[in-house]
């Protein structure tokens, strides 16, 4: 953790793309406070800058690239992954067409232990 002017602590997993100042990870907004200011007066972003803002080496970058070669097929912290919040509804709509409606299962056989089932509406059969 670092702590920033405005005694807020944030997490510092990546770095900014003009000073290598440690910052949170966004690749949206690459710069520290002060860098991004600086830019805002610009807005030029394929402005050549200096470091990765993955991993701080010294690169060229850009605020539309902000990572060097061995950075930009990396996947983003898992922590910045986002969470996949869906309703049960929405996942069983795209497990089929998107114009069948939510799934109705009814247990049709047990198997090994296992069941088997089938949708009322669309007749899908499914096993868990």
């Not at 998107?98 to 047990?110: A, E």
Request: hydrophobic share 25%; net charge positive; proline share 7%.
């Amino acid at each position: 953790m670092i702590k920033m002017n405005s005694k807020r602590s944030i997490k510092s997993d990546a770095y900014c793309i003009r000073c290598r100042f440690a910052i949170s990870y966004d690749p949206e907004d690459p710069f520290c406070f002060e860098c991004g200011l600086i830019w805002e007066k610009y807005h030029n972003k394929y402005y050549k800058e200096k470091y990765c803002h993955r991993c701080g080496r010294r690169w060229r970058t850009s605020k539309v690239h902000p990572f060097c070669d061995k950075c930009v097929h990396l996947r983003p912290p898992k922590d910045r992954i986002p969470k996949i919040t869906k309703s049960k509804e929405e996942i069983l709509k795209k497990a089929i067409h998107p114009d069948c409606p939510p799934h109705d299962w009814v247990i049709i056989d047990w198997v090994e232990d296992r069941k088997q089932e089938r949708c009322s509406k669309c007749g899908k059969i499914r096993k868990s």
